[in-house]
């Protein structure tokens, strides 16, 4: 007899899609709602755009003029709605300061902030996790002391001057790591005119061009400051894993397993870390997301041409297409993530599958 | 047991730190090259015929050359550039100038009298913010194929009346009249934008350098041409990073990572004071810091208490402290490099004389006085000052912080009591300060003259003042000239509703075997090609 394959579970596909579809409607009601306040916040503030762009000597005639060509003098309602109804068609329309494409101006700054964020969240995601495990099976220890100690100064110090500090020590001092900025000049114009760029991230456009010089110089660019922002993830992490983890481990099912002699590595990494990985894995996804906003004061002070820099830039210059535009992507990393990190929790908690 | 491997993988990942040190190590930067920092984030286009910020008509000047120069070895001197002559005619309104022969684009394509007539006139069409320095001959997008004309190798300007020839020179040296290759340029155009979008990432010029690349707010790299009309440069390549913060630039300079460092601040000049290897290179920039005071508030009006004000000011205690080699003390509303600035310093804090002064006012005292300033540290702390000395005579500042843009609008509202402000010039002749400070023909709101700096605080200068502003920007005799702006700025300076305080200095830090770096002064902008390393 043969049997006939079973054809693929409906009742098992459908939460999925109905998940995805839940996880799309409420990306459009976050990125309508975030661009409303950011919108309506834009018109409350004081400043007219149009002044930083025409200068000083700018008469009122002229003020007037670019103010209609910008769309500036339509009631709000109107502006709001043109601005969504062209952001719909992927235009985010052209920055006021230097009037090319928002889209291609954040597509130039997006990929140098992920590189960094991605890397600090995986170093601040290493260290933490193990470090609040530490801490959290010891509880009261030195090495649990030494964990607090060190998040707390993560917490606390202020990033800009951990950052000239960091440079000062491991780039002015010991000589270990190269200076602020993406790569050395020389790097720079091999990237530029020799190599050919697929993601803007140089990490993985040298490797992927087996440029391994480029590939080196960029690595020592920035493990500075993507440690500098893992360190301040980590500070996070191992705070959060800790307290998970001590409460797991207080749990029936971990003194069961003990009580059946099970090795203590596995009750702590395979039973107890299965269920703390379910509060985690938000606790990483918004510690990253975090860091994908662009962190401007380790960009200000590494020169890295990030999207924290470009925001802030952009809102001192009142220019309003580039903060909507900055606002989209970081609500859109926001969103997703949120939506990744669900899908992993049904990966990971079969609970969360129904 | 794992927790230990935890613990090793650390330690693993700080091996890996440690193991990219061999390639973190750098030299001196290369002997013909030249690495700038500098926070260029200032710049909205480098389309010379629309920059108009300092990093991006710094940029400009060594990609492009005008029809006439200022010599970089001799401040304030016109020299030619793309033209070898000049003259005007008798009636002074139509210019002329011999294009020189032999010169080059960076594109190959040569120089002609064509593309210099046709860069003028692209300034006037394209009428982006810097173009009021060409169209205030009476250039205007209709009748400027008219007023600018070639043949052979001559171009011919002419203006609408007859100006002071200086004038129309001083004007012809700013980064907007730059010289672009038409030929290249229009083949670049989309959608009329006369090449515009094309020039916003590419050079087109006779410069010394030609542009390799340009990244906003990452920076810029230049390459020398070779066989210029100048001499070909020493220094072949020119990078220019993006480094907002000054002591970021302090530590690359000191690491001997970057040759020069523009933007550091006065304790990070102090840090490298002693270190052989550094440094440091003063010289002056454009722009004023001064006082308006608005007329429409009474007390303000009163002669004796601007003049107890110009007493009440401790010029040179914010000078040797919180402004110390940021900026000098100066008293008129020309910079010093301009034709006719004034030098001569004569107010100092005097506040018994001060006093004396607001006594004779008959003005009730206290007086409370709204003093608009923009949240910036140090104008935070040129406004404590003010507050601080104005109080010992009876004048209580209150303090209406807001950030650039609100002030200025309060500003050119007319809205302000009392307003701290900084003036830089647009183009290197004194008609650009004259023009706004000692000018405004209607005092009345309904004028909204707010290019007026006169009308913003609503100071009628009057008829003589006004006239004298007229007659200097047409005085043929430079002398002349020279001599109409100090008396301008004398009647001005002691009598009116500004109080002028300090001229800005400028410090650029470098490693110590960079000679030849011109910052370009008050009038002029940076060049890269007098370089030597």
């Known amino acids: 007899m043969t049997s006939i394959p079973a054809p693929p579970s409906r009742s098992r596909l459908l939460p999925l899609v109905k998940q995805i579809l839940l996880g799309l409607g409420t990306l459009a009601i976050t990125l309508l709602g975030l661009l409303l306040i950011t919108f309506i916040i834009a018109r409350v503030v004081p400043t007219d755009p149009v002044l930083s762009i025409v200068g000083e000597r700018a008469t009122e005639a002229q003020i007037a003029a670019i103010r209609e060509k910008l769309g500036l003098d339509l009631p709000m309602w109107q502006q709001f709605a043109i601005y969504v109804w062209d952001a719909m068609r992927g235009d985010l329309g052209n920055s006021i300061k230097t009037g090319a494409p928002v889209a291609s101006e954040i597509a130039r700054y997006f990929p140098a902030t992920l590189e960094l964020a991605t890397l600090g969240t995986i170093f601040g995601t290493l260290v933490g996790v193990p470090a609040g495990v530490l801490a959290a099976t010891r509880p009261g220890s030195i090495s649990d002391q030494i964990v607090r100690v060190v998040g707390l100064m993560g917490y606390s110090m202020p990033v800009f001057w951990l950052g000239l500090i960091g440079l000062l020590v491991f780039y002015g001092q010991l000589d270990w790591v190269a200076g602020p900025g993406r790569l050395d000049p020389t790097y720079d114009m091999m990237m530029e005119f020799t190599l050919t760029s697929y993601t803007g991230m140089i990490l993985i456009d040298s490797a992927l061009n087996g440029a391994w010089d480029v590939f080196g110089n960029a690595v020592s660019h920035i493990i500075l400051p993507a440690g500098l922002l893992g360190y301040v993830s980590m500070a996070y992490i191992s705070r959060m894993t800790r307290s998970f983890m001590m409460n797991e481990l207080g749990q029936e099912y971990i003194t069961t397993a003990r009580v059946k002699g099970m090795p203590e590595w596995r009750v702590i990494w395979v039973h107890a870390m299965k269920n703390v990985l379910v509060p985690l894995i938000t606790v990483i996804a918004l510690s990253y997301a975090y860091l994908l906003e662009g962190s401007v004061l380790t960009e200000t002070i590494f020169a890295w041409p990030g999207l924290g820099s470009y925001i802030t830039d952009a809102l001192f210059s009142a220019d309003m297409p580039a903060v909507l535009g900055g606002t989209v992507v970081v609500g859109v990393a926001f969103v997703t993530l949120n939506m990744a990190s669900d899908i992993l929790y049904r990966l990971v908690d079969p609970r969360a599958r129904t | ?533």
Not at chain 2, 90 to 107: R, W
Not at chain 2, 267 to 294: F, M, P, S
Request: aromatic residues 8%.
């Open chain 2, 1 to 533: 047991m794992h927790l230990k491997h935890g613990l090793g993988r650390a330690a693993v990942l700080a091996a890996l730190l440690a193991g990219t040190a061999p390639m973190a190590l750098m030299a001196e930067t290369p002997a013909d090259t030249l690495v700038l920092a500098d926070a260029i984030d200032d710049i909205v286009s480098i389309d010379p015929h629309e920059a108009f910020e300092f990093s991006g008509v710094d940029l400009n000047n060594n990609t492009y050359d005008t029809l006439i120069e200022l010599d970089p070895t001799k401040p304030g001197e016109l020299v030619p550039g793309l033209a070898e002559s000049w003259s005007v005619s008798d009636d002074g309104m139509t210019y002329t100038f011999k294009i020189k022969s032999g010169i080059t684009f960076s594109s190959g394509n040569p120089l002609t009298a064509e593309d210099a007539a046709g860069s003028l006139r692209r300034v006037v069409k394209l009428n982006k913010t810097p173009a009021f320095i060409l169209t205030q001959f009476g250039l205007t997008p209709e009748n400027v194929d008219q007023m600018i004309t070639f043949e052979g190798d001559t171009v011919t300007l002419k203006t609408d009346k007859a100006y002071a020839p200086s004038f129309v020179y001083n004007c012809l040296t700013a980064g907007v009249a730059n010289i672009v290759d038409m030929k290249t340029v229009m083949a670049n155009e989309v959608e009329g934008d006369m090449g515009n979008a094309w020039l916003k990432a590419n050079s087109a010029g006779t410069g010394a350098y030609v542009l390799k690349s340009f990244k906003p707010n990452e920076g810029y790299v230049l390459e020398a041409r070779a066989g210029h009309w100048r001499g070909d440069a020493k220094i072949k390549n020119v990078f220019m990073q993006h480094v907002p913060e000054g002591a970021t630039q302090r530590l690359l300079l000191e690491k001997g990572d970057i040759d020069v460092a523009r933007e550091m601040t006065p304790t990070d000049i102090a840090g490298v004071e002693g270190n052989a290897d550094i440094k440091v290179q003063n010289d002056v920039g454009g722009q004023i810091y001064y006082l308006a005071l608005n007329q429409k508030k009474a007390e303000l009006a009163n002669p004796k208490v601007q003049e107890a004000m110009r007493w009440a000011v401790d010029y040179v205690g914010m000078t040797d402290s919180i402004l110390k080699g940021q900026w000098v003390v100066h008293q008129a509303f020309l910079p010093q490099g301009f034709l006719g600035a004034l030098t001569e310093t004569p107010y100092s804090l005097d506040v018994e004389k001060a006093k004396a002064l607001m006594a004779e006012s008959g003005v009730t005292l206290p007086l409370e006085v709204k003093f608009t300033v923009r949240n910036n540290q140090e104008r935070l702390d040129i406004a404590t000052s003010l507050q601080n000395t104005f109080a010992q005579i009876g004048i209580n500042l209150v303090l209406d912080v807001g950030d650039g843009a609100q002030g200025l609008e309060v500003y050119r509202g007319r809205l302000h009591e009392m307003t701290l402000q900084t003036w830089g010039p647009d183009y290197p002749d004194p008609h650009t300060n004259a023009s706004t400070f000692a000018s405004n023909p209607d005092n009345s709101d309904e004028a909204k003259a707010t290019g007026y700096l006169a009308w913003r605080t609503a100071w009628d200068p009057g008829a003589e003042i006004n006239a004298a502003t007229d007659a200097a920007v047409v005085e043929k005799d430079t002398a002349k000239r020279e001599a109409m702006y100090q008396d301008l700025q004398t009647k001005v300076r002691d009598n009116s509703a500004f109080v002028f305080m300090f001229q800005q200095a400028r410090q650029d830090a470098m490693r110590a075997n960079v000679s030849g770096f011109y910052a370009g002064g008050a009038t002029d902008s940076a060049s890269y090609w007098t370089v030597t390393k």
